[in-house]
């Protein structure tokens, strides 16, 4: 298994709720936790689901309006790449404190064939598909904690970690 990791700060801890609990889009699956929630991505209409459910989210936890654009933007291109080379797979939104700040982890994950070479797909440019080829590079820019986990034919999976105000 390769991986690679990009982080301004330590781990977080465990999660907790931010405010109240309520699964606002609907469409959601519960996990057993009030602060986290795993939308399937199998549909282009997933996407926008994702892309909801993300911005939500970000407004739960208190971010600016350009820390929500940050979010879900690097939400919206890592799902797109699930669904596109991994064939599909998931996004988990898990709300964090740390410190007394709100922060949001995104984890994405899907059963593809993998990443070849993870410093090549997270260069500008480099695409395996009709894309521009910013997708990964860019959502680790826009967040402050990037994790990259893949294997040859076992997929990919992206913990994705943006903290409000910083």
């Not at 480099?126 to 860019?138: K, N, P, S, W």
Request: cysteine-free; proline content about 2%.
């Amino acid at each position: 298994m390769s991986s690679a990791r990009s982080t301004d700060d330590a781990v977080a801890p465990a999660a907790t709720p931010a405010n109240d609990t309520a699964d606002r889009d609907g469409k959601g699956d519960r996990d057993g936790d009030a602060d986290r929630t795993v939308h399937e991505v199998r549909t282009e209409e997933d996407l926008l689901t994702v892309r909801h459910a993300v911005r939500a989210a970000t407004l739960r936890a208190g971010f600016s309006i350009v820390d929500q654009t940050r979010v879900v933007t690097a939400a919206s291109e890592l799902a797109r790449n699930a669904f596109i080379h991994g064939g599909g797979g998931s996004v988990t939104i898990e709300y964090l404190t740390l410190g007394g700040n709100a922060g949001l982890r995104l984890t994405v994950d899907d059963n593809g064939p993998g990443i070849r070479d993870i410093d090549a797909a997270l260069t500008d440019g480099f695409t395996t598909g009709a894309g521009l080829g910013h997708g990964l590079g860019g959502a680790r820019r826009l967040m402050n904690d990037f994790e990259l986990h893949t294997a040859s034919g076992q997929g990919t999976t992206v913990i994705a970690t943006r903290w409000a105000g910083r």
